[in-house]
């Protein structure tokens, strides 16, 4: 059964503050990480992409993988109160297969 | 570019009947997929169309069936619902097959089952 854990938070955070949102994945040979960014009663919005070891930087956010110890991060810079969201991670294992989503973390950035 | 569109946006429907629900995804995107969310289960997988052939399915019962046509367009069909199919239903398109594939979300079509 192949997992998606994520600390289903809430995380609450000062605003200007780093919000740094973790997921670990049990199936060794994942591929492709995501993180969306979902407001309550929307449809979930894709943030990042990351596919390899290290960190992808995209504006405020960065993505860091690292496969050995199977997790995901996201890091959110400069947070604003219009972060305030649920943070899903998905993993998918390779070519056509599904991908496979955590619960979601519940991010509030306090002004 | 026009996003992944989903109607109906609301439904409510009784127990033992049926609904069909249709995503038409983005243009020249291929693959749809179709997940559950609900707050206690999170965001489940469903199925997934590539081509108008189904090429994932998840756990779910075998009242829950899609079809994609030669558009790429996807219903899915829930029949003899019960109140536990209350939920956000979410269809995802994506272009390409291979790791690197990535989904786009629609809009959802919450359902209500009373």
């Known amino acids: 059964q192949k997992e998606v854990e994520q600390n289903s938070g809430p995380l609450s955070v000062p605003e200007g503050a780093i919000a740094s949102l973790n997921c670990t994945y049990s199936?060794?040979?994942?591929?492709?990480f995501f993180w969306y960014r979902q407001y309550s009663g929307k449809s979930p919005e894709l943030i990042m992409s990351?596919?390899?070891?290290g960190d992808k930087e995209d504006g405020r956010f960065t993505a860091q993988l690292n496969k050995a110890s199977q997790y995901v991060s996201l890091l959110i810079r400069d947070s604003q109160p219009s972060d305030s969201a649920t943070y899903l991670c998905?993993?998918?294992?390779?070519?056509?297969?599904?991908?496979?989503f955590g619960k979601g973390t519940r991010l509030s950035v306090i002004a | 570019k026009a996003g992944v569109t989903q109607t109906p946006r609301y439904l409510i429907k009784t127990r033992g009947q049926q609904v069909t629900l249709s995503c038409s995804p983005i243009?020249?995107?291929?693959?749809v997929s179709w997940y559950q969310q609900t707050p206690g289960q999170g965001l489940q997988f469903l199925f997934e169309?590539?081509?108008?052939?189904?090429?994932n399915k998840g756990n779910f019962p075998g009242r829950f069936s899609g079809r994609q046509f030669s558009n790429s367009r996807s219903e899915m069909n829930v029949s003899t619902l019960e109140l536990g199919d209350s939920a956000l239903y979410l269809c995802?398109?994506?272009?390409?097959?291979?790791?690197?594939?990535?989904?786009?979300f629609g809009p959802g079509t919450r359902l209500l089952v009373l």
């Open positions: 995802a398109s994506s272009r390409t097959s291979g790791s690197r594939e990535t989904q786009y």
């Open positions: 199936d060794r040979v994942s591929q492709s």
């Open positions: 169309y590539f081509s108008e052939t189904q090429r």
């Open positions: 998905a993993v998918r294992n390779s070519g056509n297969t599904p991908l496979v």
């Open positions: 990351i596919y390899s070891n």
């Open positions: 243009s020249g995107h291929r693959s």
